[in-house]
């Protein structure tokens, strides 16, 4: 149990002082933004780059990285066959299905740092590599499906997937793996002091953005949403897992992965394309919430 909060409360912790930062309007509201920026831009970059450029990837990766997305996609589907039998407003819908398979990177990066050590980050990071493309897809496939938004074309999901800093490094860090290029030492101790200041800005960011006065509101999409999240994500991919036999720790990263509330980024999404930013704010901050009751159940099984 001693374990179990050590690797807990100092991220969860983060979180909670970026929202008391957010109270008291320290050091201002307008830092935050461009924090978030700074964080998203160059310092998550730095840390994915740093992480894959030095992975080593195991014989079952593929399978690994596949049982990740089938997971994502089966869960997915079920959403889509629930909403054909109880409804909900097509807007509703797409921040449903976002809180139901997106998740939050800084905190799935700090959690399998804190609990697994430096295996537990490569692999994270692979997983990482593969699902924010992915989803993407999923998520603005979801949008063009259940909203009548002329914004959403080819066009347009080629560009959130080139244009996104998280996917560029992803790529540029696996080329550098798999082409055995030589990073000059200075190159590389610069990645490793951004990497360090890249998950504790995020997670102070994460807290900045809570908004706790919407969590009354959609009682039903919200409980849709969590149980999409807490329960049939995380239920499919230990049984994918154990189908594919997969190793000890490939099975805790991949359950710990399904756990994770959903990215902040899925507010930013909901916004550009005409989805329901009241109710993804709330979504965003419940699970956020809820899920260090989840990480808990969590390590006392896998851990």
């Known amino acids: 149990m001693e374990h179990i909060f050590s690797s807990l409360i100092p991220i969860f912790s983060l979180i909670v002082i970026g929202y008391l930062f957010k109270?008291?309007?320290?050091?201002?509201?307008?830092?935050?933004?461009?924090?978030?920026?700074?964080?998203y831009y160059i310092l998550m970059p730095a840390l994915l780059i740093y992480t894959l450029s030095k992975a080593k990837f195991e014989q079952n990766s593929i399978t690994f990285i596949?049982?990740?997305i089938l997971a994502i996609f089966i869960t997915m589907l079920i959403l889509m066959i629930f909403n054909r039998l109880s409804p909900t407003q097509n807007s509703s819908f797409t921040s449903?299905?976002?809180?139901?398979?997106?998740?939050?990177?800084?905190?799935?990066l700090a959690l399998s740092g804190s609990i697994f050590g430096s295996n537990g980050l490569v692999l994270s990071a692979i997983i990482i590599t593969f699902a924010i493309p992915i989803l993407n897809v999923f998520c603005?496939?979801?949008?063009?499906?259940?909203?009548?938004n002329s914004k959403i074309d080819f066009i347009y999901l080629i560009k959130s997937i080139i244009?996104?800093?998280?996917?560029?490094?992803?790529?540029?860090?696996?080329?550098?793996?798999?082409s055995e290029v030589?990073?000059?030492?200075?190159?590389?101790?610069?990645?490793?002091?951004?990497?360090?200041?890249?998950?504790?800005l995020g997670l102070l960011s994460?807290?900045?953005?809570?908004v706790l006065k919407e969590i009354g509101s959609a009682k039903k999409d919200l409980s849709v949403t969590m149980i999409a999240k807490f329960i049939i994500l995380p239920i499919i991919m230990y049984f994918l897992a154990i189908t594919f036999e997969l190793d000890d720790l490939m099975i805790s990263i991949l359950v710990l992965f399904a756990i994770m509330p959903t990215a902040p980024s899925s507010f930013i999404l909901a916004r550009q394309l005409n989805g329901d930013l009241p109710l993804m704010t709330?979504?965003?901050?419940?699970?956020?919430?809820?899920?260090?009751?989840?990480?808990?159940?969590?390590?006392?099984y896998f851990n």
Not at 96 to 108: A, D, K, L
Not at 182 to 200: D, H, R, T, Y
Not at 292 to 298: C, K, N
């Open 66 to 68: 596949f049982v990740s």
């Open 206 to 210: 994460i807290g900045y953005t809570l």
């Open 182 to 200: 030589a990073v000059p030492i200075s190159i590389e101790n610069l990645l490793k002091i951004l990497s360090s200041a890249a998950l504790p």
């Open 140 to 148: 603005i496939t979801i949008f063009a499906l259940y909203s009548n």
């Open 23 to 39: 109270r008291i309007s320290f050091p201002s509201h307008e830092f935050w933004p461009m924090a978030d920026k700074l964080t």
């Open 282 to 300: 709330t979504i965003i901050t419940v699970q956020t919430i809820l899920a260090a009751i989840f990480l808990i159940i969590f390590l006392n």
């Open 163 to 178: 244009k996104n800093p998280l996917i560029i490094s992803c790529i540029l860090g696996a080329l550098i793996n798999f």
């Open 96 to 108: 449903i299905v976002q809180g139901g398979i997106r998740f939050n990177t800084y905190v799935f």
